[in-house]
């Protein structure tokens, strides 16, 4: 019985058993993984964490704010001030956390050093080791937004360093500022892009203190406001993450480099701008990026929850997977979503309050859907994807892709005719939904099966309605079964052990796993 077992463990790994040298190598070669995911994967190489903006008419308490992060294992936020009593809530949780300064507090900062070093006493050593803060970032798109303020920039950041340092926690504690991606020009093709170059007397010398301090450059992505902005330039799908058929595919010129997605292209823009100015060993953190639920319909039609589930899904898979980009693959680019919460007091147009995972009484503002994220994930019922009509779609191209589908597509349409339980609504966006989604899976869900000359595309919301059940789905009653969750299972999980796995650390996943193989082998020896 025993060696049956033996047999097959090894069968499926290539191994035939009983042949030791074979298992030695085995194990050596178990152990070099081990060692090349440590050095690959530093303990925070890929993460995700939240920011939390407080513009809310009632702002949760500070505890509430940490068990929502610890409820939904969320290991790495960013702040926009240093509130004495959010860090106080933070301390003992092991929430690694940026602080930061405000631009109001800039100029006193930029102004005077003996201000910085009280900033620093007060902000951060009083806090730091029980309140992991991990970097400080100095400002807001101070550039972009506060040209004015712009040659207290470095001013205030040298002063904080050197409080950092009288203090001996510059080893622990990166200074940084959080860039507008505007301020990178011609960012498409990535290839070409360089940053303002009257910003240079500034980025210069940031550039050359990150690189002294090992610091990342903070860049907030938003590749809604690119599409927004790009007068259908952008495709949605190139915004969102979805897959584009091959020949729709972004195409750098100068390095031939393929992009799928318009963050990607971004984050290369900046290592290219950063290139042009001579600077390679720098990496890029996304401080900010995000997707609103919701917004006026009439100039904002983008906003909308099934969008930005969409975006911050694909994109939490995106990062946690170390894909990397094009430029950089397999370089994890560590990213903080916007936001953990809706503000519902900020001002602007109205999708500026609805950028939140949560509402401010932490319900979920709408469910993820991150099974395929690899670690995270609960219960793999929301892993689905279906096809769908694209909204506003011509009903002429509609019905010919329909009769398409029905016809040379092979595709079983009898639950579209009357009296059978898909046939209402009975209007072409709901057919050819019905239509897409069973070609689509019954494609296997190959790339390239949910085009339908454009007016298909990919969704994570099962269409399934009443007792008109689409392919793929298990049904509404399956489908709810994660009322709401978001970043992680619904469980339990305070820190109340260190085995957590964070929404942040691949590495200690893939280590417990090649563990989990060692052990496996040392019993079989
Ligand atoms: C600021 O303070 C640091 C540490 O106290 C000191 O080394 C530095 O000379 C001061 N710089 C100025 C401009 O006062
Ligand atoms: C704080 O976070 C850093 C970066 O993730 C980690 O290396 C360090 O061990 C943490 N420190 C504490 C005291 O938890
Ligand atoms: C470059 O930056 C300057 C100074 O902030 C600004 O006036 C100018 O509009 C920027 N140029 C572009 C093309 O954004
Ligand atoms: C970058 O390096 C090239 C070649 O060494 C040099 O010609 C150029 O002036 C440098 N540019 C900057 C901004 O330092
Ligand atoms: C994860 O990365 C691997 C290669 O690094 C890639 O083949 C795979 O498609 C990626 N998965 C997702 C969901 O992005
Ligand atoms: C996940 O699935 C298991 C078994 O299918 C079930 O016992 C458990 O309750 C589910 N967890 C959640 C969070 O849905
Ligand atoms: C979820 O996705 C993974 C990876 O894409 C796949 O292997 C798995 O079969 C999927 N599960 C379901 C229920 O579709
Ligand atoms: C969902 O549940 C309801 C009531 O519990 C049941 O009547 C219905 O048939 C179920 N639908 C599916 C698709 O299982
Ligand atoms: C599902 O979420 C809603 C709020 O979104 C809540 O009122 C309800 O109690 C939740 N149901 C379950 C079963 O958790
Ligand atoms: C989760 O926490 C709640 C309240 O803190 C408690 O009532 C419940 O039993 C816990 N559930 C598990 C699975 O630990």
């Keep these: 019985m025993e060696n049956a077992h033996q047999d097959c463990f090894f069968a499926v790994l290539g191994f035939s058993c009983g042949n030791m040298k074979r298992l030695f190598s085995f194990f050596f070669f178990l152990l070099l993984l081990i060692l090349a995911v440590s050095v690959v994967h530093g303990e925070d190489g890929a993460f995700i964490g939240v920011n939390i903006g407080t513009a809310m008419s009632s702002v949760p308490a500070p505890t509430q704010i940490t068990a929502l992060l610890r409820s939904q294992n969320i290991r790495h936020v960013r702040l926009y001030d240093a509130d004495p009593a959010m860090l106080a809530a933070l301390a003992n949780t092991g929430i690694r956390v940026v602080v930061s300064v405000p631009n109001e507090q ?14 620093v006493a007060r902000n951060v050593a009083a806090h730091y080791p ?27 950041i040298r002063y904080l360093q050197n409080a950092l340092v009288a203090a001996a926690l510059d080893r622990y504690i990166k200074i940084s500022t959080p ?67 091959p020949n729709k595919e972004a195409v750098d010129a100068n390095t031939l480099l393929h992009y799928t997605n318009v963050f990607d292209a971004v ?37 909308t929850s099934d969008n930005a589930d969409t975006y911050n899904s694909n994109l939490i ?43 401010m009484n932490g319900v979920p503002a709408y469910t993820l859907h991150l099974t395929g994220s690899g670690v995270l994930l609960a219960n793999d019922t929301t892993n689905q994807t279906y096809c769908v009509a694209r909204e506003g779609a011509d009903e002429k191209m509609l019905q010919a892709a329909l009769d398409w589908a029905c016809g040379p597509g092979k595709v079983d349409c009898s639950a579209l005719m009357q009296g059978q339980p898909c046939y209402d609504p009975d209007t072409v966006q709901a057919h050819s939904t019905y239509a897409f989604n069973a070609y689509y899976h019954g494609m296997g869900m190959g790339s390239g099966t949910c085009y339908f000359s454009g007016v298909a595309v990919i969704t994570t919301t099962d269409p399934s309605h009443g007792s008109c059940v689409y392919s ?23 820190a109340d052990s260190g085995a957590h796995r964070a929404i942040g650390d691949v590495s200690s996943f893939v280590r417990a796993v090649v563990a989990a193989l060692l052990l496996s082998v040392a019993i079989l020896l």
């Design 106 to 119: 800039l100029l006193a900062i930029g102004n005077s050093n003996a201000t910085a070093v009280n900033w």
């Design 179 to 245: 860039h507008s991606s505007s301020i990178i020009l011609d960012s498409f093709p990535p290839s070409q892009a360089f940053f303002n170059r009257s910003l240079d007397p500034v980025l210069v010398p940031l550039l050359k203190f990150l690189q002294s301090t090992g610091s990342p450059l903070m860049i907030n992505v938003y590749p809604y406001y690119d599409y927004m902005r790009s007068n259908g330039v952008i495709p949605l799908d190139y915004a969102l993450f979805r897959p584009l058929p």
């Design 317 to 359: 898979r995106h990062v946690m997977n170390t894909t990397g980009t094009p430029k950089h693959p397999g370089v994890a680019v560590p990213t903080f979503i916007y936001e953990l919460y809706d503000e519902d007091t900020r001002p602007g147009s109205a999708s500026e309050k609805y950028w939140g995972l949560f509402n």
């Design 267 to 303: 984050v290369d823009a900046a290592y290219f701008a950063m290139e042009y100015l001579n600077v390679t060993n720098v990496p890029v953190m996304v401080t900010e990026t995000g997707w609103p639920h919701k917004g006026d319909p009439s100039n904002e039609p983008d906003a």
């Design 472 to 494: 793929g789905s298990g049904g509404k009653n399956g489908t709810s079964l994660l009322n709401g969750t978001s970043l992680a299972p619904s469980a339990n999980s305070t």
């Design 130 to 156: 029980s309140v992991n803060i991990t970097a400080i970032a100095v400002g807001s798109e101070v550039l972009s937004t506060l040209p004015n303020a712009a040659p207290l920039l470095m001013p205030a």
